[in-house]
Structure formats: C-alpha cells, structure tokens
C-alpha cells in the first residue's frame, strides 16, 4: 500500500540545519508531485515546499525562501527538505505530501522538528 515514511526531525539550536528525508514505497513515486506541509500546535496546516515530478521546478513559502531546499532522488523514491538557519518559528510537525491530478493524495505520520536553545 501507499506508504510515506518522514525521519531526520530532532532538537536543534537556533541557527542550525537539519535535513528531513521521507521515503516513499508502494506507488510510482515519479509520478507524484510531493511537497512538505508543517503544523505548529494552535496553528492551521501550512505548504512549506512542493518540488514538480521530475524536480524542474519547486516553489516555497515566503516564510522559508532563501533557507529551504527541498529535493527528490526518484532514483530511491526519497524526497528530502534541507532546512538551515533555523528560526524558533520554525518549530512543528513536519509532514511529506504526495499528489497526482485525479489521485487521492497520500500523507506521511510526520517528524517533529524543535528549534530551541
């Protein structure tokens, strides 16, 4: 069946980097475009970064432009978001997304990230 598997979330300090990963498996993960939504407590689900299926074209929230690289190896069904100087703001459940026109789109567990001193 369709499975996402985020890892990489952890406590990390102000200003450090982490990199998420999510692993894919049971779909054509070439097919699908795939992005990174995050939910900080009280706060709504937000798009954080989508990247098109072969990778041509990505798009970010203003919140993270300059400081978020998302990725994807379709090679090893694995799309990645590499987040440096991280703000507390940035402090959430991090989710990887997968979509395709016409599909029902698929959603990982999440990986909780914490940016704290």
């Known amino acids: 069946q369709v499975q996402l598997v985020e890892s990489g979330g952890g406590l990390v300090q102000p200003g450090g980097s982490l990199r998420l990963s999510c692993a894919a498996s049971g779909f054509t993960f070439s097919s699908y475009v795939m992005s990174w939504y995050r939910q900080a407590p009280g706060k709504e689900r937000e798009l954080v970064a989508l990247i098109t299926r072969t990778g041509g074209w990505t798009n970010y929230a203003d919140s993270v432009k300059g400081r978020f690289t998302i990725s994807r190896d379709n090679g090893k069904n694995t799309v990645y978001l590499q987040m440096n100087s991280l703000k507390s703001e940035d402090t959430a459940v991090y989710y990887c997304?997968?979509?395709?026109?016409?599909?029902?789109?698929?959603w990982g567990q999440g990986t909780q990230v914490t940016v704290s001193s």
């Open positions: 997304k997968a979509t395709r026109t016409g599909g029902t789109p698929a």
